[in-house]
């Protein structure tokens, strides 16, 4: 299912990112770090490919963009991503100095922007993106349904 209006095609990249995470048996999750419109740094779902917990789409988009960027400090740089960000991508947001989220499909379960502990309401925290939420919900929530129901 396609989003009934014309996407930014960072977030039709994610989209993409999260398919390709799936094909290869991750959760399908893509994210895209972009400065100035155009894209520095992606990544999808790694966890199961890597052995690693912390191989979340974001942090994967924010690690290269970094390394790209040839700076830790990712300023006015925006991420985007097909599912709300869990704390610890949040704390990684955060860090980088990401002057945007946008994300497509809530997360109540573990999300930790609009859902659960809320990260950047948090007084501990010391940068806070603007946030954008519900772009291409739909899609990406389909996306999730589908691997998740596959897997059942």
């Known amino acids: 299912m396609s989003s009934p209006f014309p996407l930014p095609d960072a977030?039709?990249?994610?989209?993409?990112?999260?398919?390709?995470?799936a094909e290869a048996g991750e959760v399908p999750i893509g994210a895209v770090v972009t400065l100035d419109g155009r894209?520095?740094?992606?990544?999808?779902?790694?966890?199961r490919r890597d052995n690693d917990p912390t191989a979340h789409a974001e942090i994967v988009a924010i690690r290269a963009a970094a390394a790209h960027l040839g700076d830790f400090r990712l300023n006015g740089c925006d991420l985007w991503v097909t599912l709300e960000p869990c704390a610890m991508?949040?704390?990684?947001?955060?860090?980088?100095?990401?002057?945007?989220?946008?994300?497509?499909?809530?997360?109540?379960?573990?999300?930790?922007?609009?859902?659960g502990p809320r990260f950047f309401t948090q007084p501990q925290c010391l940068h806070r993106p603007e946030v954008y939420g519900g772009l291409a919900q739909a899609e990406a929530s389909m996306l999730l349904r589908d691997f998740f129901v596959a897997r059942r």
């Open 11 to 21: 977030m039709r990249r994610a989209l993409d990112l999260a398919r390709s995470a």
């Open 39 to 47: 894209i520095v740094g992606e990544g999808e779902n790694r966890n």
């Open 89 to 115: 991508c949040a704390g990684a947001i955060s860090h980088a100095r990401i002057a945007r989220l946008y994300y497509a499909a809530a997360d109540p379960k573990g999300g930790a922007i609009e859902q």
